[in-house]
């Protein structure tokens, strides 16, 4: 399966909001509600931050909202801060029978 | 609340296999409503989904390993395992165990989320 596609990089300045797009096909992002968002600063493992397109697991901070439209997910930061600099992945699984899975290619988001 | 730690060799020779375990505690493996998957990322590919255990036995691989991986469960140790046969440089990543939400529809069923995640551990292939 193939990753789903993302900005390389996105930035923004303290109090902005920024929106990182994810974009793959009607077999996994466009299908049911299946993308999740994951955070990860450096040397740490991956955080999540959305699951099932726009759900906030308990403790993420409600800056952080998802959604979709066709085949392409969103996630967006409102009221940027420092601590938001990392990389942000999505994800989606990625068949209509069984439990695969892909990955997207990561942006780097940085703070001005 | 659940945690998941890596262990194994950090280091590995090219052809041989890579075997990892991930420890389970503060929460059970045997639990129904979830999968236990290796993920692995490198500068090359970004993160990499390897594959997926049901606390059955039930396992699933990505395609394009699928040939070389083998994921395993023992709920009475509340561990799972990899392994990866004849490893190249290619392979050289840190891998990260996770636990992954499964959902079911329509008599398929899928990972949904992953977390949490372990903190990863850095494999390198290297004669």
């Known amino acids: 399966q193939s990753a789903l596609t993302q900005p390389a990089s996105v930035s923004g300045s303290p109090g902005q909001s920024i929106t990182i797009s994810c974009t793959g096909t009607?077999?996994?992002?466009?299908?049911?509600?299946?993308v999740s968002w994951y955070q990860q600063h450096p040397g740490k493992a991956p955080k999540l931050m959305i699951s099932?397109?726009?759900n906030r697991p308990s403790g993420v901070s409600d800056r952080f909202s998802g959604s979709k439209s066709g085949n392409t997910a969103s996630l967006t930061i409102s009221g940027l801060q420092p601590e938001d600099e990392a990389d942000y992945y999505c994800?989606?699984?990625?068949?209509?029978?069984?439990?695969?899975?892909?990955f997207g290619t990561g942006t780097k988001v940085t703070v001005l | 609340q659940l945690q998941l730690q890596e262990s194994g060799p950090g280091l590995v020779k090219p052809s041989e296999t890579l075997s990892l375990t991930c420890t389970v505690t503060?929460?059970?493996?045997?639990?129904?409503?979830?999968?236990w998957a290796w993920i692995r990322q490198s500068p090359a590919k970004g993160l990499e989904w390897i594959g997926t255990?049901?606390?059955?036995?039930?396992?699933y691989y990505s395609p394009s390993l699928k040939s070389r991986v083998s994921i395993s469960v023992d709920t009475s140790k509340n561990h799972f395992s990899l392994w990866l046969s004849s490893v190249t440089a290619a392979d050289t990543a840190i891998y990260f165990c996770?636990?992954?939400?499964?959902?079911?529809?329509?008599?398929?069923?899928?990972?949904?989320?992953?977390?949490?995640w372990g903190q990863g551990t850095l494999v390198t292939v290297s004669s």
């Open positions: 255990v049901y606390y059955s036995g039930n396992s």
């Open positions: 009607s077999s996994d992002v466009g299908g049911d509600k299946s």
């Open positions: 503060d929460g059970s493996i045997g639990s129904t409503a979830y999968y």
């Open positions: 996770a636990r992954s939400r499964k959902f079911c529809s329509g008599g398929s069923c899928y990972l949904r989320w992953f977390d949490p």
């Open positions: 994800g989606s699984h990625t068949s209509s029978s069984t439990p695969f899975y892909a």
């Open positions: 099932e397109v726009s």
